[in-house]
């Protein structure tokens, strides 16, 4: 009868340990995505950039808004060299902050020769962060 029970037991063990595994593993794959600027996306392979997040700067040119929805088509420069761009397409909700110079976040994947954005974060401007004052 203990032997029965011993079984029983680890059998349950190991298919619990068997189920927290898998879950890790299909976690850890499917929300793993590649965090670049602009030079390291255009620097990267194609199968790092099917599921990418890229941040960089809005050009002060290159910026419409599509006809048929929300969104905005833009160019993407890379914060440190801003002569690298890369062509960005998003179709959603644009945030009240997203303007030329403006640090941002996207995350998507190559469509072509451009980038399709499923999100668009904007950093918060300074006027929002914390002043440094003088304490009395």
Do not use: W
Not at 23 to 43: D, I, K, R, T
Not at 49 to 71: K, N
């Amino acid at each position: 009868m203990a032997r029965k029970n011993t079984c029983t037991y680890l059998i349950a063990g190991l298919l619990f340990l068997g189920g927290v595994g898998y879950l890790a593993y299909s976690g850890l794959s499917e929300g793993s995505v590649y965090f670049l600027n602009v030079s390291e996306a255009h620097a990267a392979t194609p199968d790092k950039l099917r599921a990418a997040r890229l941040f960089g700067t809005v050009a002060a040119e290159g910026i419409s808004r599509p006809a048929d929805g929300p969104g905005v088509d833009f160019l993407l420069e890379d914060k440190d060299n801003p002569a690298l761009t890369m062509n960005v397409s998003y179709r959603g909700a644009v945030p009240d902050t997203f303007k030329p110079g403006a640090e941002v976040i996207v995350e998507g994947g190559m469509a072509g020769p451009q980038f399709a954005a499923k999100t668009l974060m904007t950093k918060c401007p300074s006027k929002y962060q914390k002043e440094n004052r003088k304490e009395d």
